[in-house]
């Protein structure tokens, strides 16, 4: 990834710093390692290509050279945001969401933190917090987005249907572009982050309102309940089969449409 072009299309963000690699094992170990070593807020560690690119619960993601955006951003939280640490998965579906709307394209949040475009996935987010005894130093948020079809893993490797923004599309996109979008999108949206016009605007997105969804945590016997909404802490509220209204937190949560 060439530096100076990045730079040149960033060029409206005020980032914090900028690391760009052609290959990379995973750009959220090098945000990690750079949080730790005293990255200043809004620095960015862009790659190419991933080696080892992590997905929730230690899975792969897969990202091989030139057809996806895989990125990491360091938020260092601003006074009022430490209670909102729970919120920034959300802020960045959101804002790759309205980046693909800007693209004419119909995007969806899979809570708490995939993006889907024709209920396939099309991106996936780690947002992984460095603490410091009980308050967060720092969030490192990754985003990998399949841009185009190359990006995908073979069939066997996929544990949810997956697609590129090209495919959807049916013609190339501007990577760049695409990532400036994200990004001024998101710090749009961290300026409200735990209001109720942030909490509306991510509910925009949540695909399955009204259906039925099984929701599997570790170690909890799975539960299935009708997508209601959200709460402002960013907790998915469902309604049981009995009637019975119920939120799940997020963490290490799988969920499924139930067909
Ligand atoms: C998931 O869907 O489970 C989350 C995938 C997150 C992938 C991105 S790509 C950029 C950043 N670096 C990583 O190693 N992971 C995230």
């Known amino acids: 990834m060439d530096e100076r072009t990045l730079r040149k299309a960033l060029s409206s963000i005020l980032l914090g710093g900028l690391r760009t690699f052609d290959q990379t094992g995973s750009t959220n170990d090098v945000a990690l390692a750079w949080a730790a070593d005293g990255a200043p807020n809004l620095a960015l560690v862009c790659a190419e290509e991933q080696t080892s690119g992590r997905g929730r619960g230690d899975r792969r993601w897969f990202s091989p050279a030139g057809t996806a955006l895989a990125f990491s951003l360091v ?16 802020l960045g579906a959101l804002a790759v969401c309205e980046a693909l709307g800007m693209c004419g394209l119909h995007p969806e949040i ?52 997956a697609t590129s923004i090209e495919a959807e599309m049916g013609k190339s996109v501007d990577r760049l572009a695409l990532l400036r979008d994200i990004l001024e999108s998101l710090l749009h949206w961290r300026g ?23 929701i599997r945590t570790v170690g909890v016997p799975a539960r299935t309940g009708q997508v209601e909404g959200l709460e402002r802490d960013g907790s998915l509220r469902l309604r049981s089969r009995d009637g019975q209204v119920f939120t799940v937190q997020f963490g290490e949560v799988h969920l499924r449409p139930v067909l």
């Open 75 to 90: 938020l260092r939280p601003l006074p009022g945001e430490e209670q909102s640490v729970s919120l920034f998965s959300g």
């Open 110 to 161: 899979k809570w708490p933190n995939d993006v889907l475009i024709n209920r396939r996935k099309v991106c996936g987010i780690l947002a992984e917090a460095v603490w410091m005894g009980e308050k967060a130093d720092s969030i490192v948020l990754g985003i990998g987005v399949n841009v185009k079809p190359e990006a995908l893993p073979p069939p066997d490797q996929l544990n949810f249907p």
């Open 192 to 214: 409200l982050l735990g209001k109720d016009v942030f909490t509306n605007a991510w509910e925009n997105y949540l695909a399955f309102r009204g259906e039925q969804v099984e």
